[in-house]
């Protein structure tokens, strides 16, 4: 064997077709992507308000509200959640048995697979939970999507940030596809392997309580992002706290409170989508009771 691949060992360890991103039921799990402006989360003061400019570019979307696209000569299927000049975050989605045509990426990329599996190269299947990090002319081709497939895409980029190819990409060993090589140079991992991180830890005498924790998938100051989960036990609820750099939140798993500083708090659910601009002061929760031992 000339090597195995990260995604031939995954496979093992992720069977389900869903993904379980390290939430017990109940737990809100949401994916963050934060670009443009540190992604420290900083507390703050209780009264502190948002000037009229955040509050203006602050948005909430529910996926089931956002036009489904083709995107010709490709055969994905592409709901825009945001879209600037120079980004966008998108929910891609492709049927079972379609095969990946010959592209290279004409920007960074960064991908979270949510659901269904894709064969990438021989013996080698990306399963759920799998997370991806996608250099600028790296070219992939030939993956088929073993069912559903479904996943998020992040890039400094307006649409399209791929285009067609018929030739190697000067990333990687011309021998090597490029899954292959994505897979080989760590470009690829398993959410659920990364372990999870206290916020109370990571940010101590900030008032950050006990079942609120952060993993971190990726930082890469090259493309100005940072990647990472957020997760809130039953019942627990954040500070009032700010990002510098704006965010996409994207809910994984159960539901959160998201309430801006002296706005009326929005519920979001499973695949809704919200826009956070640098410094804008919210406070989230999970509004699940929690019933575990000592609960009232």
Request: charged letters at 20%; hydrophobic letters at 40%; one cysteine or more.
């Amino acid at each position: 064997m000339r090597h195995l691949t990260l995604f031939a060992i995954l496979i093992f360890c992720s069977t389900s077709a869903d993904a379980q991103f390290g939430g017990r039921p109940g737990d809100a799990v949401l994916y963050l992507v934060t670009a443009k402006g540190s992604a420290d989360f900083q507390t703050v003061l209780p009264g502190t308000a948002n000037d009229s400019s955040t509050v203006a570019a602050f948005r909430v979307t529910s996926l089931d509200s956002v036009p489904v696209l083709t995107s010709e000569p490709f055969h994905f299927l592409r709901q825009m959640l945001h879209e600037a000049s120079d980004e966008v975050f998108i929910k891609f989605s492709e049927p079972e048995g379609a095969v990946g045509p010959h592209r290279i990426f004409v920007t960074p990329a960064k991908f979270l697979i949510l659901h269904g599996m894709s064969l990438l190269v021989k013996d080698a299947i990306g399963p759920p939970t799998s997370f991806l990090t996608i250099p600028k002319d790296l070219d992939l081709e030939g993956e088929i999507s073993l069912e559903r497939f479904g996943f998020l895409f992040w890039a400094p980029k307006n649409w399209p940030p791929i285009v067609p190819t018929d030739r190697r990409g000067p990333i990687g060993p011309p021998e090597m596809n490029g899954f292959e090589y994505a897979a080989s140079s760590g470009l690829a991992k398993l959410a659920n392997f990364i372990r999870w991180v206290s916020m109370r830890k990571i940010y101590p005498g900030s008032g950050w309580p006990n079942g609120v924790d952060l993993k971190l998938l990726e930082a890469d100051a090259a493309a100005g992002s940072t990647i990472r989960l957020l997760r809130l036990r039953p019942g627990t609820k954040t500070p009032l706290f700010r990002v510098p750099g704006h965010t996409h939140l994207y809910v994984l798993q159960g539901q959160t409170e998201l309430a801006p500083a002296n706005s009326s708090p929005v519920t979001l659910k499973a695949n809704d989508y919200a826009f956070l601009p640098g410094n804008f002061v919210v406070k989230l929760s999970n509004p699940k009771p929690y019933d575990g031992p000592d609960a009232q």
